[in-house]
């Protein structure tokens, strides 16, 4: 997707010609609207209205409602090649992307034919964590809560949101209702993705009828076959991985190409070592990813068991993904020098929306104690 420097040798694994083509079809405005989006806090109309009309918030989204149905490894490279772009557009993507599908896969017919009936495109938006609390009333829930990073919220039409029920048993839930059915906070002020519009929201003694919401701990998919079955956790693991990775890469390709106008930078052994050594992690953290995220296709493909060591790998990948990209753009960003502290530089940028990332629950640096803790048990 895209067209790498000959220096990063940075190839997809395989791309469809029409992922391919999305990602391109996209390409000019959002990195016309990259430094707009920072300016404004959220996606500029017009870079929304072309991702939408590629199709690319339905990456995910099952073939039943009109999505893409794409495998984890696809999703990968068409996350990394929009992060290689825009790191905020790649961040909406996959959390509207995610979400949607979730309506689709996880919603009653009713709720579906709602959600993706009406003719404009369905695109969700929210925070899955539970920080809703419920009631059981006839016909329905009634949920309360305070939500945080809402990403996306700007231009979704529908909004997700976690909750519990007061029987400790019941697990955890999420509902998916209309936007407007929700008070939006404008308090998005970031130090990265600044142009994700990750506002808070809120909902007080809501109304979600039966249908419009799903157990997000015991996922039963009614749509989209297997891969809908599997912990949610894993069901991100495309989209962590593949927007820090993306925006990582487009780090090294920024540093490389300023070092080709720079003798003094390219000529010096501190800096050939450091980029070599980044470049290397950088490239095994992919493959990892990749290995992993083609591995999960192949065992939905066939029913097998995702078991409790493959699905910790799976986590960790994400937490290691971000963390070597994390490690790769404040490389590039100080070899770069004063020039990359100014706000419309895209190195600093970058960077910025790679600490961000990495403070994300679902890449924790925990994930390593847990994949270790089963791995040490694995042995006894």
Known sequence: MGSPTAATRWRPYRAQEEHAAAVEA???????????????????????????????????TPKE??????????????????????TSAAWVVTTGSVYTSWAAAYLSDDAVAEVFGSGVPAVVAGQAPPKG???????????????????????????LGGFTLPDPDAGTWAFIVPKDRVRVLDNWHALGIAGSNSVDFAVNDLFVP??????????????????FGVPIVVQVAAAHCGVALGAGQRALDEIIRRAAAKPDLAGRGAFQR??????????????????????????LDFGSRLDRQFIQELIAAQTHATDTA?????????????????LDDPLQRITRDLLVAGQHKFVADVSYDALGGTLVERDR
Not at 38 to 54: F, H, I, N, Q
């Open 26 to 60: 996209v390409r000019a405005v959002l990195t016309e609207t990259e430094l707009e989006a920072e300016r404004l806090r959220r996606l500029p109309e017009r870079a929304v209205s072309a991702l939408t009309a590629a199709g690319l918030f339905a990456v995910a």
């Open 65 to 86: 409602v009109g999505g893409w149905a794409a495998d984890p490894l696809a999703e990968l490279q068409v996350y990394e090649a929009l992060a290689r772009i825009n």
């Open 133 to 159: 609390r419920a009631s059981a009333v006839p016909g329905g829930v009634r949920v309360s809560g305070s939500y945080t990073f809402g990403s996306g919220m700007s231009h979704a039409t529908w909004v």
């Open 210 to 227: 039966d249908g419009h919401f799903f157990n997000t701990a015991k996922p039963v998919p009614l749509r989209g076959g297997p891969r």
């Open 274 to 299: 450091d980029l070599g050594q980044v470049f290397t992690a950088l490239s095994a953290a992919r493959d990892h990813a990749a290995r992993l995220l083609t591995e999960l296709g192949e065992r």
């Open 326 to 342: 994390v490690h790769a753009a404040t490389t590039a960003y100080r070899y770069a020098g004063a020039p990359a502290v100014r």
